[in-house]
Nanobody
């Protein structure tokens, strides 16, 4: 069983930055596909970014968000710059042992989420 714990959310003004962290308990973290998804109030959860041996981004965050991972710390990060009010959402970290995907149903493990609020 893989456990994921997100941190780093908070309140920030538009144009600001935040870094989200997702710490995992998996023994073979370096092999996992790691993804970030978000869910805004009243909306469905959507893909943000994912990586394994390559990295994918949603068009809405490309050029502003960067996903990185530290395999020695079993942690993946989402660096968010130039934040906009429409980035306000609960951000979820997800992991899968085999598949790099933009689709949330392909991920077997999920964190509890961390709130990001961007004020205008």
């Amino acid at each position: 069983q893989v456990q994921l714990v997100e941190s780093g959310g908070g309140l920030v003004q538009a144009g600001g930055s935040l870094r989200l962290s997702c710490a995992t308990s998996g023994r073979t973290f370096g092999l996992y596909a790691m993804g970030w998804f978000r869910q805004a109030p009243g909306k469905e959860r959507e893909f943000v970014a994912a990586c394994r041996y390559s990295t994918y981004y949603a068009d809405s965050v490309k050029g502003r968000f960067t996903l990185s991972r530290d395999n020695a710390k079993n942690t993946v990060y989402l660096h968010m710059n130039s934040l906009k009010p429409e980035d306000t959402a609960v951000y979820y970290c997800a992991a899968d042992e085999t598949t790099l995907s933009r689709t949330q149903r392909d991920y077997d493990y999920w964190g509890q989420g961390t709130q990001v609020t961007v004020s205008s």
